[in-house]
């Protein structure tokens, strides 16, 4: 029967990343109280984390890129990359992301100036291509996941 009064419907449902991202801070110590109540003063190191998390049920959310510029916290001059992140001299950066070894933390290095080896996909950029920036590339979070990056810097 040629009359055009049939019809076909489909559902289609799409699943798209839901990243939230947060970002703190805390002081590590300083050149006057060392780690007891340390306070924001020049020569004190401060701890960013940076969490990134990929809601439940949400797809894998691929090639995730963080860029943080710390230009707004600085009034004049550069920041300090403080180097002595991990037990080992020139570690600064350290992430932990569920591809690394169950979500173990993962040091990465910025010796004399040149940026970290990819580990896992995930390549590390701080205060080399651009004075003052972290930039971290190539992550990826599965429904549930989280990776979370931290480093210091030195209040100059």
């Keep these: 029967d040629r009359d055009a009064q049939h019809s076909s419907q489909d559902d289609y449902t799409i ?89 173990a933390f993962v040091e990465y290095t910025n010796i004399a100036g040149v940026e970290s080896p990819a580990r896992g996909g995930v390549e590390a950029d701080w205060n080399v291509t651009t004075s003052n920036v972290v930039t971290i590339t190539n992550i990826q979070l599965a429904a549930g996941e989280s990776a979370v990056i931290r480093f210091r810097i030195t209040i100059q």
């Design 15 to 103: 699943v798209t990343a839901a990243l939230t991202i947060s970002k703190a801070s805390s002081v590590v110590s300083d050149p006057v109280n060392g780690t007891t109540d340390p306070k924001r003063i020049p020569g004190a190191i401060i701890q960013y984390e940076i969490t990134i998390s990929n809601g439940a049920g949400a797809a894998t959310a691929t090639s995730i890129a963080i860029t943080d510029s710390l230009n707004t916290e600085i009034t004049e001059g550069d920041i300090a990359f403080n180097t002595q992140f991990g037990a080992t001299a020139g570690n600064g950066f350290s992430i932990a992301h569920p591809g690394f070894s169950g979500g």
